[in-house]
């Protein structure tokens, strides 16, 4: 079975950083695109920041300057390392990666997510 599971969120006041951390386990062959998208209530699901196996990046514009995401592929792991946060940030956070499994009989192609974790800040 191939999952995501993501650590790090957590209450913090303005102006502080927070780092989380997303790791894939399971029958992987390899893992493309890599994401930690944002879903605040009431709203959608947004993406924050994007890299790909290549180290490419996006950022979403409200984060550029303040959050960096990176990968250690060696690992399968993505990190978001969060400062100067600010209040409009708080939302639950979700890891995502496009993630090509090996059973040992066949390749499949999976979208997979993360259980999400909370993510507040205080003014």
């Known amino acids: 079975q191939v999952q995501l599971v993501e650590s790090g969120g957590g209450l913090v006041q303005a102006g502080e950083s927070l780092r989380l951390s997303c790791a894939a386990s399971?029958?992987?062959?390899?893992?493309?695109?890599m994401d930690w998208y944002r879903q605040a209530p009431g709203k959608q699901r947004d993406l924050v920041a994007a890299?790909?196996?290549?180290?490419?990046?996006n950022y979403a514009h409200s984060v550029k300057g303040r959050f960096t995401i990176s990968r250690d592929n060696a690992k399968n792991t993505v990190d978001l390392q969060m400062n100067s946060l600010k209040p409009e940030d708080t939302a639950v956070y979700y890891c995502h990666a496009a993630v090509l499994s090996d059973s040992g009989k066949a390749y499949r192609y999976m979208e997979l997510w993360g259980q999400g974790t909370q993510v507040t800040v205080s003014s």
């Open positions: 890299i790909t196996s290549a180290g490419n990046t």
């Open positions: 399971g029958s992987i062959f390899s893992i493309n695109a």
